[in-house]
């Protein structure tokens, strides 16, 4: 089951660079995504009404499509307004959904368009800023053959680092997550958070962390200072943003250890994991930092790809075993520190029922 009331990253802009028209499957339905002559990005069902030759494999017209079977041409609502050969123009309409580019990403609304909010909920905090401070860049999309709650679960679930992602952020630090109170102060070796409505924010701070910590954090400040490496303790800090449905910043500040007032080094991480079908995801990401110039974003991106490519097996494995069922109908046990995944799927499923309940 989806939750449809919702706004969905459905492609990024540069896609629409090298191909007019985008197909997308997002929550189980085939969307055609494209940039029509005004500039404006459109999304419509990727089927004809026709013969249901999806529309992708189409032109685009103006601000329509013309369908790459039989050619006939829709509008930007859908509307069918011509079919070669022939005077009269059938009543039909593709079904269209309302469409917002922000924060560098094409957004789609799914459900109902009376409720669409007008772009209001999407996150604030899932940005790349345009201030040149931040640096970075995108990751191409990935597919995984997992249900994005368990992406969700994998994002929220940091003390999974130990043990799948040892090189990077996999040190002492991960299990301060089981410590965990609710607050939204830093507190050294535990975990603060706030549940919201539609959101989970969580905090961590390590004081003086020496090399029990993850080494990404000691190689964040050699790069910054353009050092082979960093072995003195750091101060560390980590806040992490999960708004539902499936999206979740990460944001990194690390600091010399007894340097409080140096300029922090810091990365924003941010991922999402937008629903293909009940077993599938798209996974789109990116990563920006406050320093270093352009020439390092590439790695960065790389460094990304290859901790989500830690998960991925992990993600498809645990989906294989679950099948069609959702984990929570397995009873799985629990852990200390499992209870912000779980107050997630809690968000979600309070979302799902409002839609169940307006019918
Ligand atoms: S299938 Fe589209 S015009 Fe025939
Ligand atoms: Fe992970």
Redesign the pocket.
Known sequence: MFIHNAWYIAAEPDELLSRPIVSRTLLGKRVAVYRGASGQAIALEDSCPHRRAPLSLGTVQGDGVRCGYHGAEFGSDGRCIRVPGQDAVPRAVVPTYPVIERHGYIWVWLGDPDLADGGASIPDGFWVSGDPAWIGGYGRMESIKADFKLIND??FDIT??QF??PESFGGEEVQFYRKARPGSDYIDREMSFEVGERSIRFRTHAAALGDEGGPLWRSMLAQSRGLEEWNDPIDYRMEVIWWAPCYTSFHIIVRPSGEPDAPPVEIYNLHAAVPESEGSSHYFYRSVRNYGDASMNSAFIDAVKF??N??KPILEGQQAVLGDRDLLETHPISFAGDMLPLQGRRILERMMATELTRG
């Open positions: 994998n994002l999974h680092a799948v992602h901790v989500f830690q998960d």
